[in-house]
């Protein structure tokens, strides 16, 4: 099946961009990607989906890109609000209904 | 306001089955395909099962296939997992999720989880 890695933990300053990265064979080429905000004891709250669009109430530091074998969930000016585990997710079309999530970066704001 | 609430967890013995509800408020489930989500303890996101609006299709992660059932009642704006043949390794918080309807693939509104531990 599909494999979607991601770094185990990324650490920066607030107001610091944070780019988290997800890697997958041609994700660019084939995947719609989303990604997820956990925060601990919660869960998870989608906060970006195909691959760049928001839903309502993401504030628009949070955006997404996706090319070749990377796609990258990009935090602009971070607060500490914002520490918190991220995941990305695919489905994978080659096997109907098939989901794919990604091994998770916890993001620490210092 | 948009809810799922999960019911049905709890403590289980190896090779003993077990089955979760999920109940929606405040939206028309049959317009919406589902899912189960599962967290095992201080660990990552696990896909386990999916099934489209009016339960034609299914899928279900490896790890549990032969072993775990999804399935639907619309009329009672309920989702259900059965579960078999448990094992320790399926110990963790099952989430219900919906998917945003299309193509996107995206699951926009999540449970707040219910344990399962088998032991």
């Known amino acids: 099946s599909y494999v979607l890695t991601q770094p185990p933990s990324v650490s920066l300053a607030p107001g610091q961009t944070a780019r988290i990265t997800c890697g997958g064979i041609n994700i660019g080429g084939r995947k719609s990607v989303h990604w997820y905000q956990q925060k601990p004891g919660h869960a998870p709250v989608l906060v970006v989906y195909?691959?760049?669009d928001r839903p309502s109430g993401i504030p628009e530091r949070f955006s997404g890109s996706n090319s070749g074998n990377t796609a990258t969930l990009t935090i602009s000016r971070v607060e500490v609000a914002d520490e918190a585990d991220y995941y990305c997710q695919v489905w994978d079309s080659n096997n109907d209904y098939y989901y794919v999530f990604g091994t998770g970066t916890r993001v620490t704001v210092l | 306001e948009v809810q799922l609430v999960e019911s049905g967890g709890g403590v289980v013995r190896p090779g003993g089955s077990l089955r979760l509800s999920c109940v929606a408020f405040?939206?028309?489930?049959?317009?919406?395909?589902m899912g189960w989500v599962r967290q095992a303890p201080g660990k990552g996101l696990e896909w386990v099962s999916a099934?489209?609006?009016?339960?034609?299709?299914?899928g279900h992660a490896d790890s549990v296939k032969g072993r775990f059932s999804i399935s639907r009642d619309n009329a009672r704006n309920s989702l259900y997992l059965q579960m078999n043949s448990l094992r320790r390794e399926d110990t963790a918080l099952y989430y219900c999720v919906r998917r945003i309807p299309g193509a996107a693939h995206a699951f926009d509104y999540w449970g707040q989880g219910i344990l399962v531990t088998v032991s």
């Open positions: 195909d691959d760049s």
């Open positions: 405040g939206f028309i489930l049959d317009e919406y395909g």
């Open positions: 099934i489209n609006w009016n339960g034609a299709n299914t």
